[in-house]
């Protein structure tokens, strides 16, 4: 956790999104558009041309019919907008859809992570004074650490300790939120129930709230045009076997190997954290 400002989520990968999605179907609109407006523009200049060629009156100069050409580039964009739309999806994709939520957890985890360690390096004083209390021995020890708690402001701030705790509670809630959506986009079972669910509400899913729910322990997706709740449970129960709880217990297990817990004041401790002395040789392993 080098000074606590370490990075702790690889990238993720993103599908095509839903902005993408609906962008081809954009482009096919605009490309086809205009073409039909050329030969919108080009049917009334013929027309225009039958009745001077009927009437002896009305000619142009020899000169207009190139601006209702359909020139290649125009050709050539539509070309590229139908093959787009091959691929298109009408009702979106759950599994692009849990991919991006994951993505916006997890960024709003870093945030809260950045709030996190910027608070706890503003308190690495009471580090120091745990360790230095903890070291005092004989009476000349507990001597020095009251001299040094006398003439030293140690104290922690009633601000610093809120913020750290609201700190917790973000990091908390936006790494299951992430979990939980990414656990949804790798089972294509789940996958397959919401797209199936996008295609009877004829809707995209991507126009629909997609949420997790720690109350509900479940992943749910709430179709507007149906006032419906679709839920994929992530503790066992329901049809697509997803069981991703973890005790606190492995939680603080997976953490205390984790890099983010390994380079941290206090596992490495106040001096070495601080000032790179009195580091042990599996500090920072």
Sequence with gaps: MKKM???TVLPI?????SGAQSSELDTLIATSSAIVDQINSGIMFVGGNINAAQTGMGISAGQLS??????????SAYGAALTGMVNYMPYGSAEDYANQQAQNEIDQ???????????????????????????????????EVQQFVANNDMSVSQE???QYNSSLDEIE?????????????????????????????????????FTYSSANQAVELAWASSD??????????????????????????????????????TALGYNCFMYQIDCDEE???
């Design 5 to 7: 400002a370490r990075k």
């Design 13 to 17: 990968l993103l599908a095509i999104c």
């Design 66 to 75: 190139g601006n209702y050409y359909i020139s290649d580039e125009q050709v």
């Design 109 to 143: 985890m870093e945030s809260a992570i950045e709030d996190f360690t910027t608070v706890v390096v503003g308190m690495l004083s009471v580090l120091e004074v745990a360790e230095r209390a903890e070291g005092a021995v004989t009476p000349d020890d507990q001597a």
């Design 160 to 162: 610093d300790a809120d």
């Design 173 to 209: 809630q936006h790494a299951s939120a992430a979990g939980a959506f990414l656990a949804i986009a790798g089972s294509p079972e789940a996958i397959s129930f919401l797209d199936a669910g996008a295609k009877e509400n004829n809707t995209r899913i991507e126009d629909n709230a």
């Design 228 to 265: 419906t709740v679709s839920s994929v449970y992530l503790n066992g129960t329901g049809n697509f076997g997803l069981d991703i709880y973890a005790s606190e217990a492995a939680i603080l297990a997976t953490g205390y190997d984790s890099q983010f817990f390994n380079t941290s004041p």
């Design 283 to 285: 500090d920072g392993k």
